[in-house]
T-cell receptor, first 110, second 120 residues
Framework: RKEVEQDPGPFNVPEGATVAFNCTYS??????FFWYRQDCRKEPKLLMS???SGNEDGRFTAQLNRASQYISLLIRDSKLSDSATYLC???????????FGSGTKLNVKP | NAGVTQTPKFQVLKTGQSMTLQCAQD?????MSWYRQDPGMGLRLIHY???????DQGEVPNGYNVSRSTTEDFPLRLLSAAPSQTSVYFC???????????????????FGPGTRLTVL
């Protein structure tokens, strides 16, 4: 079983749509959670950290549910420039290891 | 700050050749790591280091060696290249969590631009 699992998609949505991604993790010892964005053939870049209380950054909202061991990312008012692959990442502090999901591909169409 | 730099950007090797992928960071991060990314498989951890002189294996360490003689540099060595090592390699660095109040944002990883390696 993978440490972090994501729906690979692709999610094909029109501009202006709201889209949500979920990610599940297997180890309850996970202590840091992130969403990264990766454009084709480029390095991953931090989109946002995910805090226990949930957090928002403009059109992006991240939620953490420790009891069910999943994190989510909500994108409102999708833009063409949001087209990318979104990676879910968890860090197990005790093991000094970051685990990445395989990524969810988003295509925003005009 | 240059952030995380990697060289070379592209490399073609023949089976059996050896080479070193270079990685450097100027953010004084304790933690450095190497990942490989293959289509449909996400990023897989090869080796990591929590400080100078300390390294450890990740998920897919076979065929690779690392060393960490300084805080800044973390080279990855391919001992005898094989076609299965054709991949995109990313180096990343971060602070160790818990050293600045344990807030999640302190262990954000920063990635280099990647090295695209083809082994023939």
């Amino acid at each position: 079983r993978k440490e972090v699992e994501q729906d690979p998609g692709p999610f094909n949505v029109p501009e202006g749509a709201t889209v949500a991604f979920n990610c599940t993790y297997s180890n309850s010892a996970s202590q840091s959670f992130f969403w990264y964005r990766q454009d084709c053939r480029k390095e991953p870049k931090l989109l946002m950290s995910v805090y226990s209380s949930g957090n928002e950054d403009g059109r992006f909202t991240a939620q953490l549910n420790r009891a069910s061991q999943y994190i989510s990312l909500l994108i409102r008012d999708s833009k063409l420039s949001d087209s990318a692959t979104y990676l879910c990442v968890v860090n197990y502090w005790n093991f000094n290891k970051f685990y990445f999901g395989s990524g969810t591909k988003l295509n925003v169409k005009p | 700050n240059a952030g995380v730099t990697q060289t070379p950007k592209f490399q073609v090797l023949k089976t059996g050749q050896s080479m070193t992928l270079q990685c450097a960071q100027d953010m004084n991060h304790e933690y450095m790591s190497w990942y490989r990314q293959d289509p449909g498989m996400g990023l897989r951890l090869i080796h990591y280091s929590v400080g100078a002189g300390i390294t450890d294996q990740g998920e897919v360490p076979n065929g690779y060696n690392v060393s960490r003689s300084t805080t800044e540099d973390f080279p990855l060595r391919l001992l005898s290249a094989a076609p299965s090592q054709t991949s995109v390699y990313f180096c990343a660095s971060s602070y160790l969590p818990g050293l600045a109040g344990g807030k999640p944002s302190t262990d954000t990883q920063y990635f280099g631009p990647g090295t695209r390696l083809t082994v023939l």
